[in-house]
């Protein structure tokens, strides 16, 4: 597998899984990566190429991951987590592929990071904002961006806002909670449907450079939160009427590559 329309998906979970079955329904050859073994059958049943990978810092460049490397696109859609074991583990990743890149013929690598890099600082952000992560996650992945963009390969980092869809109903996330700070700050959130389109166009368009993925609207989180929850039919959540850290990001560069998203109104996806 060695096409242009190759691809490699490293970690193929809530978003890598249907990533990849999109992109095969589009016409491209893909690989994907787990580490748990229950799940291969379910990635040969989706003709995705499996590989049942588990990269550390001792991982040697063997031939299995020689050959899921092989690919003309890596997509790294592994989350940092937030224990220090699994963010040991992701800058392992990151060492390992920078040895890999040399025997590999990868020609374009996408980076899922977050918009967590640009941390909370009362301000509109777009690409152009310097970022400054104030949790250690977001840290970490403003670390590994760099380590990227040291590779000399053309790359795309793409920062989605907080992802919903599918299992991922925003209505759990503060169902029944009492007191929570700054119910008037704006939200930054995504739909999967959105996040999987614009990897497709970055690909066909071999995009570079810092992209964000965020829905066009804001509402703030007690409106958007107090919706979600009604949707679901669960006790409300109860916010504070405040604003004192936040952020909102623009997703500019979405603008000037045409992309229209598919649920820009966020407030439209549960009424």
Same mark, same amino acid.
């Given at each position: 597998m060695?096409?242009?329309?190759?691809?490699?998906?490293?970690?193929?979970g809530?978003?890598?899984?249907?990533?990849?079955?999109?992109l095969?329904?589009c016409g491209?050859?893909?690989?994907?990566?787990?580490?748990?073994? &229950?799940?291969?059958?379910? #990635?040969?049943?989706?003709?995705?190429? /499996?590989?049942? +990978?588990?990269?550390t810092?001792?991982?040697? !460049?063997?031939t299995?991951?020689?050959?899921?490397?092989?690919?003309a696109t890596?997509?790294?859609?592994?989350?940092?987590?937030?224990?220090p074991?699994?963010?040991?583990?992701?800058r392992?990743l990151?060492?390992?592929?920078?040895?890999?890149?040399p025997?590999?013929?990868v020609?374009?690598?996408?980076?899922?990071?977050?918009?967590s890099?640009?941390g909370?600082?009362?301000?509109?952000?777009?690409?152009?904002?310097?970022?400054?992560?104030?949790?250690e996650?977001?840290?970490?992945?403003?670390?590994m961006?760099?380590?990227?963009?040291?590779?000399s390969?053309?790359?795309s980092i793409?920062?989605?806002?907080g992802l919903?869809?599918?299992?991922? &109903?925003p209505g759990?996330? #503060?169902?029944?909670?009492?007191?929570? /700070?700054?119910? +008037?700050?704006?939200?930054?959130?995504?739909h !999967?449907?959105?996040v999987?389109?614009?990897?497709?166009?970055?690909?066909?368009?071999?995009?570079?450079?810092?992209?964000?993925v965020?829905?066009p609207?804001?509402?703030?989180?007690?409106?958007?939160?107090?919706?979600?929850?009604d949707?679901?039919?669960?006790?409300?959540?109860?916010?504070?009427s405040?604003?004192?850290?936040?952020?909102e990001?623009?997703?500019?560069?979405?603008?000037?590559?045409?992309?229209?998203?598919?649920?820009?109104?966020?407030?439209q996806?549960?009424?």
């Amino acid at each position: 597998m060695n096409t242009a329309n190759s691809v490699s998906i490293l970690g193929c979970g809530w978003l890598g899984f249907p990533l990849a079955k999109h992109l095969l329904s589009c016409g491209f050859e893909v690989k994907g990566s787990t580490t748990s073994e &229950h799940k291969i059958s379910q #990635f040969q049943e989706a003709d995705i190429v /499996p590989f049942l +990978l588990m990269v550390t810092e001792q991982s040697q !460049l063997d031939t299995e991951l020689s050959c899921f490397l092989q690919a003309a696109t890596w997509i790294i859609a592994l989350p940092p987590g937030r224990t220090p074991d699994k963010q040991l583990a992701y800058r392992n990743l990151f060492s390992v592929l920078a040895q890999a890149i040399p025997a590999s013929n990868v020609q374009h690598i996408i980076m899922i990071s977050s918009t967590s890099v640009y941390g909370d600082h009362n301000q509109v952000v777009d690409e152009q904002t310097l970022p400054q992560p104030t949790e250690e996650s977001g840290k970490l992945l403003l670390e590994m961006e760099t380590k990227l963009a040291a590779w000399s390969i053309p790359y795309s980092i793409l920062r989605p806002g907080g992802l919903i869809g599918p299992n991922r &109903h925003p209505g759990r996330f #503060f169902a029944g909670k009492k007191a929570i /700070p700054d119910g +008037l700050a704006p939200v930054n959130l995504v739909h !999967l449907d959105d996040v999987i389109r614009v990897i497709q166009l970055v690909i066909e368009q071999k995009s570079e450079g810092i992209i964000n993925v965020v829905a066009p609207t804001h509402p703030t989180r007690e409106e958007f939160y107090t919706l979600s929850s009604d949707h679901l039919a669960v006790e409300r959540p109860q916010f504070l009427s405040e604003k004192h850290s936040w952020k909102e990001v623009e997703a500019n560069c979405l603008k000037v590559m045409g992309y229209s998203f598919i649920h820009p109104d966020l407030m439209q996806l549960y009424c």
